[in-house]
Structure formats: structure tokens, C-alpha cells
């Protein structure tokens, strides 16, 4: 096995080996060392960014507290920054809780879509006939002078992407 640098002079000396001892950086600076959070997991050796405070792995934007440099997500981070502590276990487990990825603006118990019978809308309308119809099917029944088919009826709100 020839070496690549053949040849050419050691960056760490006549010596060739690294000066520094192996534990003179911090393991957060350190490629080799393996160390898991304090929080209990090691999702971060896979590969996958967790957040060291709520351990999500999702988030629009990764941040870091800035005395320990821990990884934290988007709301953990603003959270810190604008209040000076962390985030409290009760509106982490809201969040948590809150799976629902749809705009739902009606209550379960509230109006009702006349034609589809759906719940969630975000504007509910009448028809000519002044039934309550949801958005959707309101919309398509005033541009179109039909009904809208229910085969298009959608089990959540799709919100328009943004440009």
C-alpha cells in the first residue's frame, strides 16, 4: 500500500502523529466520539436531526441554544430565544396531540354541508337555493350551475401552495 502523500512533509510534524491528546476537544467537536443526549436517544448516529429538548424530527427550521449548542427545532429555538427558557412540557404535548396536517375550522358539532355533508370548510356559503354549502362545493355550483360531484369530495381541506 503506497502512501498518497509520499513524499510530502506530515502537518503534524517530523513526528507524523497528531499532537493533540483524543479527548482534548469536546465530543460535540469531535467526528469520532459517540455520545447520545441526555434526553435518552440516539437518533442523531442514524442520521436523523432530533430536537434535543421535545425530540421531534420534524421542523421547518433547525436552530441552536446558544450556551450549549444543543440542536432544537424551530419552536423550542424561537421559543428560547424570546422568553429566555425552554419551552414547558404542556405546549409540547399540544403539539404533539395536534396531528391533524388539514385546516379543520368547523367543530365536530357545528354546521354541516348540506350537499356533501362535510364539516370542514374554510368559508361555508348558500346556495340558490339557500341551503349551507361548504367552500368547495358552493364555489363549484356557482361557476359551473351544477352541483359539484361527490366523487371530488376530499377527506381534508388542501391549503393552495405558496410562491
Do not use: F
Amino acid at each position: 500500500m503506497a502512501l498518497v502523500n509520499a513524499g510530502m512533509p506530515s502537518p503534524y510534524g517530523p513526528g507524523g502523529t497528531n499532537p493533540y491528546p483524543a479527548g482534548a476537544y469536546p465530543a460535540a467537536l469531535n467526528p469520532t466520539s459517540s455520545t447520545t443526549s441526555s434526553h435518552g436517544s440516539d437518533r442523531s448516529m442514524a442520521g436523523i436531526k432530533q430536537c434535543y429538548h421535545c425530540n421531534t424530527t420534524t421542523t421547518p427550521l433547525w436552530r441552536r441554544d446558544p450556551a450549549t449548542h444543543q440542536t432544537l427545532c424551530n419552536a423550542c429555538g424561537l421559543y428560547l430565544q424570546q422568553r429566555h427558557s425552554e419551552r414547558p412540557r404542556e405546549l409540547i404535548e399540544a403539539d404533539q396531540d395536534d396531528d391533524d396536517d388539514g385546516v379543520s375550522l368547523g367543530a365536530p358539532d357545528g354546521p354541516e354541508c348540506s350537499h356533501c355533508q362535510t364539516r370542514q370548510t374554510s368559508v361555508w356559503r348558500r346556495n340558490k337555493e339557500g341551503d349551507q354549502v361548504c367552500n368547495a362545493c358552493g364555489v363549484y355550483e356557482r361557476l359551473r350551475g351544477t352541483p359539484r360531484p361527490l366523487s371530488l369530495k376530499r377527506n381534508k381541506i388542501k391549503p393552495r401552495a405558496k410562491h
